[in-house]
């Protein structure tokens, strides 16, 4: 190769290497101004990120101040339209307003409800009259008319499928004085509802059926001098609802058809001297009714046909003075009914025609029967126990006159048979036991029906006198 075309290839490396020099310096140069660009933009995003954040941030204060000064200025003026002093119409639309409100509040909507009770604790006059003037009468009217209208917009937040739940509030109607009113299908889950010491004067109070799943509800102290407070159809599957020191003057308390599977209804030391509690078809599979420490003088209490497949019905401690305590066609196949030191001075207690199965268990232990009736007549014992161990007849009568004997036990060891009469004329025993072991006093010993023959399962004491 000549010397020529040698120098002209090198020529053209070195144009060459030149060429992709420059092209590598331009392209390390584009890619620096590039970084570059990207870090400028980057802090101008961070920063324009931040000026939005910050100017979210006053927004959403902006909007919070104006939504409080909203919902504070809805609050007083439905607060000053529920005025005592303002027409019934306005009064209303307060009742109305405020529950709105609340709605709108959750962070304030216990106290939207708050203001809605105090309503109803306000100082009321009970019905005038027909003998009333016709101003009288039409006041009367509107006031009432408010009232209820509050119970009704509370209740409806209380029930299934409420738009707005107010399930789990507080609701505060200690001595209220109600001739009425509907809480029927409301859902206690929560929460306590407090009726201490209202005054059930008159009307309907309607809880059917309402459901008792948690929370408390609370008569203690109340006062039924002529009203209803009908729960009938009511399910208790939990919480508490209390009847504690409650007097019963008049009116009643229904729980007929009642579903008690959890929960207590309690009337420890309740006082009944006239209406009563009704339990005629309840239903038992759970939970406790409790009459621990009452007094009965006058009212009646009436299990008739209920269904006891579990749970407790307490009545220890109880005191019997008058009235009746009515279990009639009742159906015994688990639980207990507990009489247990009760004290029967006077009154009826009514088992005529109940039935007692397998599991079932009524109490009479250490009681004493000195003047009341107990009448078994007629009642079915295949199963269960009825017990009177160490219980004390010195009056009254306990009677068991066709009463069927054809299994479970019923139990009297060391009970004082010291007067009055406990009769089993007529009664048939078929299998089952019936016991008197070791009275604790046979001076008056119970008419057993049988002169010599002693049936298969009664057991006798050894010693037949005092």
């Known amino acids: 190769m000549s010397p020529e075309v040698d120098a002209a290839i090198i020529a053209g490396s070195f144009g060459i290497l030149t060429l992709i020099g420059t092209l590598a310096a331009q392209f390390y140069g584009i890619r620096k101004t590039s970084s570059g660009t990207e870090k400028t933009l980057r802090q101008q995003s961070e920063q324009l990120e931040k000026t939005l954040a910050e100017q979210r941030k006053q927004l959403d204060r902006t909007l919070a101040e104006q939504r409080g000064r909203t919902l504070n200025e809805r609050f007083a003026t439905a607060a000053d339209k529920l005025g005592s002093d303002k027409p019934p119409a306005v009064r209303l639309a307060g009742v109305y307003a ?18 809605l009770c105090a309503y109803l604790r306000l100082p009321y006059e009970p019905d005038p009259g027909d ?63 407090d009726f201490s010491r209202a005054d059930f004067s008159g009307g309907t109070v309607d809880f059917t059926p309402a459901i008792f799943s948690g929370g408390t509800v609370d008569f203690a102290g109340a006062m039924f001098s002529g009203g209803r407070v009908d729960l009938s159809g009511a399910v208790f599957s939990g919480g508490t609802v209390d009847f504690a020191r409650t007097m ?10 009642a579903m008690f599977s959890g929960g207590t209804v309690d009337f420890t030391n309740a006082r009944f001297s006239k209406g009563g509690a009704d339990f005629i078809e309840a239903m038992f599979t759970g939970g406790t009714v409790d009459f621990s420490h009452a007094g009965f003088s006058g009212a009646a209490v009436d299990f008739t046909n209920a269904r006891f497949s579990g749970g407790r019905v307490a009545l220890n401690d109880a005191v019997f003075s008058g009235g009746k305590v009515d279990f009639s066609h009742a159906g015994f196949s688990g639980g207990t009914v507990d009489f247990t030191r009760a004290m029967f ?34 009642a079915g014992f295949s199963g269960g126990t009825a017990g009177f161990s160490g219980a004390v007849f010195s009056g009254g009568k306990v009677d068991f006159n066709d009463a069927l004997f054809s299994g479970g036990t019923v139990d009297f060891i060391r009970a004082k048979f010291s007067g009055g009469t406990v009769d089993f004329h007529s009664a048939r025993f078929s299998g089952g036991t019936v016991s008197f072991q070791d009275p604790h006093d046979w001076t008056h010993p119970p008419n057993l029906g049988f002169a010599d023959a002693v049936p298969v399962g009664v057991t006798l004491p050894a010693r037949r006198t005092a």
């Not at 405020?98 to 203001?115: F, H, I, K, S, Y």
């Open 131 to 193: 003998g009333a003037s016709a101003h009288e009468r039409l006041s009367f009217g509107n006031n009432r008319q408010v009232r209820h209208t509050v119970i009704r917009v509370i209740v409806a937040h209380l029930r299934a499928g409420a738009a707005v739940s107010w399930q789990g509030l507080d609701l505060d109607f200690t001595g209220v004085v109600f001739d009425g009113g509907d809480f029927s299908g409301a859902v206690f889950s929560g929460g306590k509802v």
């Open 248 to 257: 019963f003057s008049g009116g009643t308390v229904d729980f007929s058809r």
């Open 345 to 378: 001075s006077g009154g009826t207690v009514d088992f005529s025609y109940a039935n007692w199965h397998l599991g079932a268990s009524v109490k009479f232990t250490s009681a004493e029967v000195a003047q009341s009736s107990i009448d078994f007549s007629h």
């Open 98 to 115: 405020m529950a709105g409100l609340a709605d709108d509040w959750p962070e304030n909507r216990q106290t939207c409800v708050d203001v």
